[in-house]
């Protein structure tokens, strides 16, 4: 019972160890969103031609609400173009898209399957139809809804040189239970506590699956979309860090996201996030690390290196960790079991174990939802039961992350039903 208690103990030094500068990232962010504000202010912009891409998969039920709030955006009509791969769909995608104004592609490919893999062809069509006529594109998923002034913003931030740009990822059904809760302050912390953080320092910030915004010298650079692992936002944000790309964030830009409501879906998505990472890692790992002691690209060294800690602590130390944390735990419990009478003092390790755990992540979920009230749209009870729901939410990533070592793992759709328009979803913080 005593070796369980010290590796636990460990454990838990590791994770602050390796952690404890998302803290200072946090408290940068508080402190620093007037100068950020300034700074976006401050650049002469530039009007530039977008194309927006939207990767789609049987999803009627939300596309057209996307397409309309993009076609209602206070940005110049005729600078953004909106394109839609139909992928694999079996139901009325691509007419509700072409119905609502989107230039519609469709594709079959039952071998290459992935939302990566969408992208690159949807971008091979673009090229082919249109060349170079954009500077821009951006990332949507179906089910996404953007303020009518997301557009403007993001070309604010865009105008200041960055080559990628993401924004503030908010959710459209954040109160339809504890499992879209958890996401939803998982990317509003994401969003708010770590990236606008990363954007004032210097460094790097990620982009987080959709609602982002890529140069055309990029993908000019790559000859497409070429990130194809199980999470292609994921292994975008290593071949930026290890290429010496620096990602901005525009915190003004606000999109809206649907999140999965079904614990089996949730565990589905989940093991996806956690192979993709291990992919990502097995793939980017060895160039990330040289980059926190060599640096990337031209910018400042230290930044260059923070940025690279950052991204290596976003793939890898988490996910062993909560891997090592199971497997002590069933270890001791079976060592308990041979030895008799130490079972309980056992379970009271791993009890005390998880009750730090969540003592940690109620403080993030609260410190969260405190600052970022009036953005989270729920009632106020809602709010506050969510927070308390957070770590338990956050806590069953340490079982997934453990099956996925075994598990083959495979790209699957997630099915979007929340077909509220931006309206509503602007009547409802009212």
């Given at each position: 019972m005593?070796?369980v208690?010290?590796?636990?103990g460990?454990i838990?030094a590791l994770?602050v160890?390796?952690y404890?500068y998302q803290f200072?990232y946090?408290l940068?962010?508080?402190?620093?969103?007037?100068p950020l504000q300034?700074?976006?202010?401050?650049?002469p912009?530039?009007?530039h031609?977008?194309?927006?891409l939207?990767?789609?998969?049987?999803?009627?039920?939300?596309?057209?609400n996307?397409i309309k709030?993009?076609r209602?955006?206070d940005?110049?009509?005729?600078?953004?173009?909106?394109?839609?791969?139909a992928?694999?769909c079996a139901?009325?995608t691509?007419l509700v898209?072409?119905n609502?104004g989107?230039?519609?592609y469709t594709r079959?490919n039952n071998?290459?399957i992935?939302k990566?893999?969408?992208?690159?062809y949807?971008?091979?069509q673009i090229?082919a139809?249109?060349?170079?006529a954009?500077d821009?594109?951006f990332?949507f998923?179906?089910?996404?809804?953007l303020?009518?002034?997301?557009?403007?913003e993001m070309n604010?931030?865009?105008?200041q040189?960055?080559?990628?740009?993401?924004?503030?990822r908010?959710?459209?059904?954040?109160a339809?239970?504890?499992?879209?809760a958890?996401y939803?302050?998982?990317?509003?912390?994401?969003?708010?506590?770590?990236?606008?953080a990363?954007y004032?320092?210097?460094?790097?910030c990620n982009?987080?699956?959709t609602?982002?915004?890529?140069?055309?010298e990029?993908?000019?650079?790559t000859?497409?979309w070429k990130?194809?692992?199980?999470t292609?936002?994921?292994e975008?944000?290593a071949f930026?860090?290890?290429?010496?790309?620096k990602?901005g964030?525009?915190?003004r830009?606000?999109l809206y996201?649907e999140q999965?409501?079904?614990f089996?879906?949730s565990?589905r998505?989940r093991?996806r996030?956690?192979?993709?990472?291990?992919?990502v890692?097995?793939?980017?790992?060895?160039?990330?690390?040289k980059?926190?002691?060599?640096?990337?690209?031209k910018?400042?060294?230290?930044?260059?290196?923070l940025?690279?800690?950052?991204m290596?602590m976003?793939v890898s130390?988490a996910f062993v960790l909560?891997?090592a944390?199971?497997?002590v735990g069933?270890?001791?419990?079976?060592?308990?079991l041979?030895?008799g009478?130490?079972?309980?003092?056992?379970v009271?390790?791993i009890f005390?174990?998880i009750?730090?755990?969540?003592g940690?992540?109620?403080a993030?979920?609260?410190i969260?939802?405190?600052l970022e009230w009036?953005?989270?749209?729920?009632?106020?009870v809602?709010k506050v039961?969510y927070?308390?729901?957070?770590?338990?939410f956050?806590?069953t990533y340490a079982p997934i992350?453990?099956?996925?070592?075994f598990?083959?793992?495979?790209?699957?759709?997630?099915?979007?039903?929340v077909?509220k328009?931006?309206?509503e979803?602007?009547?409802d913080?009212?």
């Open positions: 005593e070796t208690k010290i590796l636990n460990i838990g994770f160890i390796c404890s200072v946090t940068a962010a508080v402190i620093l969103k007037k300034r700074k976006a202010d401050a650049v912009r530039k009007l031609s977008y194309a927006v939207i990767a789609a998969r049987n999803e009627e039920a939300v596309i057209g996307l709030s993009i209602e955006q940005y110049p009509g005729e600078l953004v173009k909106i394109f839609v791969v992928d694999n139901d009325k691509a898209a072409k609502a989107a230039t519609v079959q071998r290459k992935g990566g893999y969408a992208l690159d949807l971008l091979e090229r139809d249109f060349g170079e954009f821009g594109y990332v998923d179906a089910d996404n809804l303020e009518p002034d997301y557009i403007s604010k931030i865009f105008s040189g960055y080559r990628v740009v993401t924004g503030y908010n959710s459209k059904n954040y339809s239970n504890w499992i879209s958890g939803s302050l998982w990317f509003i912390r994401q969003s708010q506590f770590l990236d606008r990363r004032f320092l210097g460094t790097s982009i987080s699956g609602g982002f915004l890529v140069s055309r990029i993908f000019g650079k000859d497409g990130w194809f692992l199980l292609e936002d994921i975008f944000n930026c860090i290890t290429n010496g790309i990602i964030y525009c915190e830009a606000v996201d999965p409501v079904g089996r879906q565990v998505q093991l996030w956690s192979k993709g990472q291990l992919q890692f097995t793939n980017y790992g060895v160039d990330l690390v980059s926190v002691f060599t640096g990337a690209g910018g400042s060294p230290v930044t260059s290196r940025g690279a800690y950052d290596v976003s130390p909560s891997v944390e199971i497997i069933a270890v001791g419990i079976f060592l308990s041979g030895n009478g130490t079972l309980l003092g056992t009271l390790s005390e174990t009750l730090g755990a969540y940690l992540l109620f993030i979920g609260i969260t939802t405190a009036r953005k989270i749209h729920a009632k106020a809602e039961l927070a308390f729901t957070f770590p338990i956050m806590l992350a453990f099956m996925s070592l598990m083959h793992v495979e790209w699957k759709p997630i099915e979007h039903k077909g328009t931006i309206q979803m602007r009547k913080s009212l």
